[in-house]
Each structure stands twice: as structure tokens, then as C-alpha cells.
T-cell receptor, first 114, second 111 residues
Framework: KNQVEQSPQSLIILEGKNCTLQ??????????LRWYKQDTGRGPVSLTI?????NTKSNGRYTATLDADTKQSSLHITASQLSDSASYIC?????????????FGRGTQLTVWP | EADIYQTPRYLVIGTGKKITLECSQTMGHDKMYWYQQDPGMELHLIHY???????EKGDLSSESTVSRIRTEHFPLTLESARPSHTSQYLC??????????FGAGTRLSVL
């Protein structure tokens, strides 16, 4: 069964600290992996998208890594800010259909305290 | 900021009412989607469209219907709302680079 599992479910850190969020997936075949940021009451916003051949991709203070062999990805947030408080969603796309079906994780709820 | 808009943002209605959730995008994207998301849960695809006059049901069974008469417009309709339809509904579209852009969502409460 194609699944995307994220950990931890929730995380609280102090402003200025770094953190790493994890994503494990069993989706096969694999096309790409995306990380989204979803603020409370808003739609998700794309942070990064990585294909099979990409190991790392950065977007400002966000750095995503991908190990396609172990089917794991991580999102590292550097020097956290209060505005980083949000849910971070890992999404994996297969290439088994013309739709390029997306499998969503439940997200990690990050709270940054001052 | 993506140019994809959903209205209303919040809706509280009584059981049995017919409702239409609006979604419009000005980016000229062919592919559009509707997702349902409950608090703390993953997004579930309920409808999608490849273009004008193309609509398909998604993974999650839904009593809603959609239409795609114009590229920029992808409304979702519930003929008779029930409390079980209470949820957040997110509309999205995809560009040629396969980046998906989401609207702000409609939070629906059916009493």
C-alpha cells in the first residue's frame, strides 16, 4: 500500500533554533517528492520539489534532502522564525498514471516559541 | 502568491441546503483539483479535471459534483448538504512544471 509517514507529529522549538522533519514513504513507482508549508486556515504552499536524481534542494532557510534508496526525506529549517509556525506536509508523486497521483502525509505541526 | 481564489472562505449552512464552492485561477492551468481535509489529517482528492469538459472522481468518495465549462473556473456543488460534509475544501491547479498551487480553502460547517 502506498503510504507517506511523517514524524514527529508535532514539534515545539524556540525561535532561532534549527529543526529537522522526517518523511518516510512506500510509494512506488516514484516520480518526485514535495514539501509544502500550510499555515493555519490556509492552503499549502510549495517549498521544494525533488526528483529521483536530486539529493538536496534549498529554498532560503529550508533545505530538503532525499534518499531514494531508503525512501526517506527530511526538511531542515535553519534559524527558525515565529512565522515558521505551520504544518509541513510531505507529498510523494508516482508515475503510474497520467495524473501523476499525489500521496499526502498528515503533516508535522511545528510551533516556534519566542 | 498564486492566483487561485476560493469563495466563500467560511460557510455555515443548515442540513439539506444546496451549496456551490467557487474556485477560479488566472494562470491558465489546465489541471485543477478539489481536496477535502479534516483537521490534523491528510488531504484527500475528491475531484480533478484535465481541462474544459473533463472531470473525474478522485480517491475519496464524495457526494459532491464538479463542472469545468471554462479553463479558469472549477466549481464544486453539494446538492443536499449534511453534517458529514463538514470539512475544509481546498482547490488547486498545476502548472506545466508540475508545481501545484492551492487556494486558501473553504471551511464548511453543516448544522
Amino acid at each position: 500500500k502506498n503510504q507517506v509517514e511523517q514524524s514527529p507529529q508535532s514539534l515545539i522549538i524556540l525561535e532561532g533554533k534549527n529543526c529537522t522533519l522526517q518523511c518516510n514513504y512506500t510509494v512506488s513507482p516514484f516520480s518526485n517528492l514535495r514539501w509544502y508549508k500550510q499555515d493555519t486556515g490556509r492552503g499549502p504552499v510549495s517549498l521544494t520539489i525533488m526528483t529521483f536524481s536530486e539529493n538536496t534542494k534549498s529554498n532560503g532557510r529550508y533545505t530538503a534532502t532525499l534518499d531514494a534508496d531508503t525512501k526517506q526525506s527530511s526538511l531542515h529549517i535553519t534559524a527558525s522564525q515565529l512565522s515558521d509556525s505551520a504544518s509541513y506536509i510531505c507529498v510523494v508523486s508516482d508515475r503510474g498514471s497520467t495524473l501523476g497521483r499525489l500521496y499526502f502525509g498528515r503533516g508535522t505541526q511545528l510551533t516556534v516559541w519566542p | 502568491e498564486a492566483d487561485i481564489y476560493q469563495t466563500p472562505r467560511y460557510l455555515v449552512i443548515g442540513t439539506g441546503k444546496k451549496i456551490t464552492l467557487e474556485c477560479s485561477q488566472t494562470m491558465g492551468h489546465d489541471k485543477m483539483y478539489w481536496y477535502q481535509q479534516d483537521p490534523g489529517m491528510e488531504l484527500h482528492l475528491i475531484h480533478y479535471s484535465y481541462g474544459v469538459n473533463s472531470t473525474e472522481k478522485g480517491d475519496l468518495s464524495s457526494e459532491s459534483t464538479v463542472s469545468r465549462i471554462r479553463t479558469e473556473h472549477f466549481p464544486l456543488t453539494l446538492e443536499s448538504a449534511r453534517p458529514s460534509h463538514t470539512s475544509q475544501y481546498l482547490c488547486a491547479s498545476t502548472d506545466r512544471g508540475d508545481i501545484q498551487y492551492f487556494g486558501a480553502g473553504t471551511r464548511l460547517s453543516v448544522l
